[in-house]
């Protein structure tokens, strides 16, 4: 039962960033791509890649924090539903070049970013 409860805070607190981090973006930098929610995306991955690194080499560690901190903080964080969304509404509008740059863009540097990610953590 703790562990979902640590998933919860983990999860509002996710919650509260990405919608703070999306929208200080979207704000500062409007654009037909939606910077906002890739920017959050890219930085949970690289996040989780630094987690899953770090973590990889301490099985030890109680799993409990693992589910806080990649199932609650960001898996509330990153939003892939937020993704498709916007890509499907630039179709919509017939942005169909920027919404291929949306996708491949998004997919191609959130595997960077994880691998980077892992990487970073393996050093920790």
Do not use: K
């Amino acid at each position: 039962m703790r562990s979902l409860w640590l998933v919860a805070v983990g999860g509002a607190l996710g919650a509260v960033a990405r919608a703070m981090m999306s929208t200080a973006i979207h704000s500062r930098w409007p654009s037909t791509l939606p910077w906002g929610t890739i920017a959050v995306n890219l930085v949970g991955c690289l996040i989780l890649g630094l987690l899953s690194g770090a973590l990889e080499s301490r099985p030890h560690l109680n799993p409990t924090w693992r589910a806080f901190g990649a199932v609650g903080v960001l898996g509330a964080f990153t939003t892939f539903s937020t993704f498709e969304n916007e890509t499907l509404a630039m179709l919509h509008r017939g942005e169909f070049p920027a919404a291929l740059v949306n996708i491949a863009f998004s997919v191609v540097a959130g595997l960077a970013a994880v691998w980077v990610g892992q990487f970073g953590g393996r050093l920790l």
